[in-house]
């Protein structure tokens, strides 16, 4: 099936090695891409791009850390480099410095830092790569949290979950917004800008939580990691060449 | 990368439809011709519906009848569908997927929009699209469940841009966004209705998609669209195609009561 094959395209996912990321990165390179994972932790981001190499995949880590302009700087001239191109950018890597509500605000600083100042500055580079290769297409990675304030009452009875973090609802909220900005700022030249907002991923999470979860969800469960990646091909690929500034939910229905 | 051969060439199971059967309601449409030929392509078995021998001539005219049923079916006719779903259902087997294209619209003015046009239009719109997803859907359930997509559009989420039309055309006309934003709920409502049942429920909202005569005899009218939207051009049906496959296939096996807005960026600003 043409329409949704990524042959002959490289893209760039941010986060790579996160439970997300490697869904992410499976999806496209199932669709035949070539995937550049990056993440501020060389080691683990080596390790999982040879595990997907293992697996017959063109998968290639580098090292970034978005808040260092001088890292941003330089995968842009490596992906430049390296591989001549980028066709597809998915903004999925996020610092979660903040613990709780009363966490010190200096974390909160320091998550702007990282997910507001640092992915601006990613986003902006990535996305005149991808213009100056003709084209194609940016995915970013926000979440439910950042449409919906949280569900309290999932937390009841589950000891140590239910102080949430207001840096996370807050620049994912802000990313919903941007994918619009993006959308408009380069119209007409051929890039297009979508949002994803997951809602619950499971992973592990304590029984009592997962059970409040559910029982709130149309579909009766937790998005599962793999949930993610028929939207990220759909997004990516020419099968989603009129999707435009769009935030696409993936919640099994909870907020339907 | 040169030299590289993916052995994965392409994305195999994730958008799988074969052998699938799929009704498309108002297949033989602009839009609903590029789903179909798209639903072909990807294996599945199709029962395309329009109205007197629209879906006939286009299955005909396209040689897509080794895998498409063209059926002539007036969606109107409320009182004649439970059994028209029933005869086909037990002649077909029960479908995995709905597809409901069909649509109406008087191009009146708001002036000149009567009660019975409001009325005529609005039972094709919302009560026949309704009736037709509840009277598929216990063959669904009965089958292991399925996806239903259904078609609302930009204009049921915002105004028509008046400044868009010129005389003699006229502004895109009230009861269709009106019918529009309906569906959009009752995606929702279905979507939650339904997802114990293992039926999803989305819609589609497309943005510019005027057909081709519209194109040929109104270039002026599709510059003036082109402008609006962020890509700066209008979409051709074929662009409809992914987004409706996505959401029947398994690729999109977490996402109910969504409205997927296929259009440029129109709605973004």
Excluded at chain 1, 42 to 71: T, W, Y
Excluded at chain 2, 5 to 30: I, Q, S
Excluded at chain 2, 73 to 98: I, M, S, Y
Aim: proline share 5%; with cysteine; glycine share 10%.
């Amino acid at each position: 099936m043409d329409l949704f094959s990524l042959k002959n395209k490289v893209a760039l996912v941010t986060g790579g090695a996160g439970q997300y990321g490697k869904s992410i990165t499976e999806g496209l390179a199932e669709a035949g891409c070539t995937v550049i994972i990056a993440s501020r932790n060389i080691e683990a981001i080596e390790k999982a791009a040879a595990e997907f190499r293992e697996n017959g995949f063109d998968i290639h880590g580098m090292q970034l850390d978005q808040a260092d302009p001088v890292s941003v700087k330089n995968i842009s001239e490596r992906i430049k480099n390296e591989f001549g191109r980028l066709d597809v950018f998915v903004n999925n890597a996020v610092a979660r410095p903040m613990k709780g509500y009363r966490g010190p605000i200096e974390q909160f600083d320091e998550s702007m830092r990282v997910n507001a100042t640092g992915m601006m500055d990613l986003l902006r580079e990535m996305t005149d790569l991808i213009i100056a290769s003709g084209g194609g297409s940016v995915i970013n990675i926000s979440s439910m949290m950042g449409m919906y304030a949280p569900i309290y009452s999932n937390y009841e009875g589950v000891p140590g979950m239910g102080d949430i973090a207001p840096d996370y609802c807050f620049h994912n909220a802000g990313l919903i917004m941007l994918s619009r900005f993006m959308a408009k700022t380069h119209a007409g030249k051929n890039i297009r800008f979508n949002c994803i907002s997951p809602g619950g991923l499971f992973n592990n999470q304590p029984e009592k939580f997962v059970e409040n979860y559910c029982k709130k969800v149309p579909l009766g469960r937790m998005a599962n990691k793999d949930d993610i990646k028929g939207l990220i091909v759909l997004l990516a690929s020419d099968a989603g060449s009129y999707i435009n500034g769009e935030n696409i939910l993936i919640d099994g229905g909870l907020y339907a | 990368m040169t030299g590289f051969l993916n052995p994965f060439p392409m994305t195999t199971t994730l958008f799988d439809l074969k052998d699938r059967l799929v009704w498309v309601a108002g297949g033989a449409g602009y839009l609903g011709q590029a789903v179909v030929k798209a639903l072909a392509a990807a294996g599945a078995q199709v029962l395309c519906l329009d109205l007197d021998d629209k879906a006939a001539a286009f299955v005909s005219g396209e040689n897509l009848s080794d895998r498409v049923y063209p059926l002539s079916c007036d969606l109107n006719r409320t009182d004649l569908l439970p059994e028209f779903v029933k005869a086909q259902t037990e002649r077909f087997g029960p479908p995995h997927g709905l597809v409901n294209l069909s649509f109406g619209s008087t191009a009146k003015k708001l002036e000149e929009l009567s009660a019975e046009d409001f009325d005529r239009v609005n039972h094709a719109a919302l009560t026949s699209t309704f009736l037709l997803a509840r009277e598929v859907s216990p063959y669904m359930i009965h089958n292991g469940g399925g996806s239903i997509v259904l078609f609302a559009s930009m204009y049921g989420m915002v105004s028509p841009d008046g400044g868009v039309y010129e005389s003699p055309m006229n502004k895109n006309p009230l009861e269709y966004g009106v019918g529009k934003a309906g569906v959009i709920q009752m995606t929702r409502y279905l979507a939650v209705h339904w997802a114990q049942s293992g039926i999803r429920v989305n819609c589609i909202s497309p943005g510019p998609f005027p057909n081709p005569t519209v194109q040929e005899k109104h270039p002026d009218f599709i510059d003036r669209l082109s402008g609006k939207s962020p890509m700066n051009r209008i979409g051709v049906s074929e662009e409809i195609a992914g987004p409706v496959l996505f959401l029947l296939s398994k690729a999109s096996s977490y996402v109910t009561g969504h409205n997927l807005v296929v259009d440029g960026g129109w709605t973004a600003w």
